[in-house]
């Protein structure tokens, strides 16, 4: 036998609506980070830490080095293709896919194609989000192609984001 739900809770008039326009609202962070640029759509601090949704704006080469974390992650590709590795096997996913990364497996995800790829991102829990903010560049658009680093600057950067994973329940892995 079935023991009955639990009442739903009661509306918490403290959480608000969100709505994010990327192309038309300049004051949603755009951040630059692996040769991409994203966009913080909804952040944590918006959805009780339940998930973030980010806009991923990723050139042709970019994307981010092999990894893993804790927490799952969704991509659905709005414009373009690309190549997800997942565990080592790779998988091409093209405008209207959609590709669920389970926590803890090892993946990353790279645009192969010669034009420029745009994804929506799906993190649950949040807080990655924080992690780009903290190690990323800020980007002026969610359309803005990343200035190429300095060597100097990109191994400032690594090691920034190495030095910060942990934190944010990330571990770099090495191809």
Known sequence: MNSPSPPLPPDDPQRALVVARPDQ??????????????TILISGGQ???????IDMFVPPGGGPPPHRHDFEEM?????GEVE???????TILKMGETANIP???PHHFRNVSEQPARM????????VEEF????GVPAKSRK??????????????????????????TEFLHP
């Not at 959805?47 to 949704?53: M, N, Q, S």
């Not at 780009?132 to 190690?135: G, I, Q, R, T």
């Open 144 to 169: 803005a192609v990343p200035e190429p680093l300095k060597p100097a600057e990109q191994e400032e950067l690594k090691l920034k984001a190495a030095n910060l994973a942990a934190q944010y329940r």
């Open 47 to 53: 959805t009780a830490g339940r998930y973030c949704l």
């Open 25 to 38: 609202d300049a004051t949603l962070p755009f951040v630059s980070l692996a040769g991409d640029t994203y």
């Open 84 to 90: 997800v590795t997942f565990r080592g096997a790779q």
């Open 75 to 79: 991509f659905t590709v709005l414009e």
């Open 120 to 127: 929506l991102c799906f993190c649950s829990p949040a807080g």
């Open 132 to 135: 780009f903010l903290s190690v």
């Open 103 to 105: 926590a803890n497996a």
